[in-house]
């Protein structure tokens, strides 16, 4: 019997930086050696703080289920971090923890979306914002933030764009997959077009130049998504958060305990000693990054893959390969392949990424020149 999936889970497309790593996967396992460029995770440990409280937690006996919203001490981390990082003066009572940032913005876009609501997003943007809507009903409306548009969602871009059924706009600063910041007053701009703001801040922490700016500054009713995988180095913990108005709190909390019931306990109390104990840890690894992203970004300017606005966010850089053809995937493919040197095809970010390729330095400054040197070499000969 032919398989018959709703249009809604239909127009959801592959995540394709994920082919890429899967093939990866299968090189290595035929015994060839592959530079891992592709995927944004970091790879440093996770701090030894996380580790010996969750591992502490096991041995005490916190396996069961906590409340939905997340342990109190958490939420009241959680708030107390936004309130000394960026001024803020938020109540406990806004955050709602969740395991990990995805789950939490396909309960947001629930709350939030009707069927055929529209959400405002970069052109280019992070692969799975557009299946995250989709997946609620939504309709993705794309707004050109490219290389002309210095790869920032901006006010003047977003205005003709905005219609009776545009419920949120959606920003991610810093950028996946550009690595590019907004200001404080483009936010402002942003939230002053009178729509509801959802800010992806995952990155946040991970800048390199003046300090990441909260859309809570900007709009107090914003909604936040952050979490622990990217600044702690905690992919694997599954354990993120949304700031909220409080009148969505207990919206979201219905959802979570039928959707999840809670996030894991003792990841909870590795997430609560990272924000207590591990900031000094995260600072390390963001000076190392910051390091790795000036050989990234020298090392594919001297190949030949210019990045017009040099990433001060985030571990990425999105290189301009159009003049090696305009299909990004089949380009990503034949590097792998011929090379060993895994990146992300620009076109899992959008048709704006179309003819770019993403590099993460997620790996060694001696991994990087490596693998940029032979993809470099490859280029020249084709």
Known sequence: MELSLPRRIRTIKPFLVMDILERARQLEAQGREVI??????????SPPAAVEAAQRALAEGHT???????IPELREAIA??????????????????????????LMLFSV????GDEVILSDPHYACYPSFILSAGGRPVLVPAGAEEGFVLRAEAVRPRL??????????????????????EEIAALADLGVPIVSDEIYH??????RDHSALECAEEAFVINGFSKYFAMTGWRLGYLILPERYVRPLEILQQNYFVSPNPFVQRGGLAALRRAIPDAERMREIYDARRKVMIQGLKAIGLPVHREPDGAFYAFADARAHGGDSLAL???????????????????PGGEGYLRFSYCNSAENIEKGLERVGRHLARR
């Open 112 to 115: 939030l979306l009707e069927e």
């Open 80 to 105: 107390d971090h936004y309130n000394r990082t960026y001024g803020l003066a938020l109540s406990p009572q806004r955050v709602v923890v969740t395991t990990g940032t995805s789950p939490a913005m």
């Open 163 to 184: 219609g009776p059924r545009t419920r949120a706009i959606l920003l991610n600063s810093p950028s996946n997959p550009t690595g590019s910041r907004l200001m404080k």
């Open 205 to 210: 922490g991970l800048s390199y130049g003046e």
């Open 332 to 350: 990503a493919r034949e590097i792998l392949e011929a090379t060993g040197v895994a990146a992300a095809p620009g076109a899992d970010f959008g």
């Open 36 to 45: 891992h460029l592709e995927v944004g995770e970091p790879d440093f440990p």
């Open 64 to 70: 069961h289920y906590t409340t939905a919203l997340g």
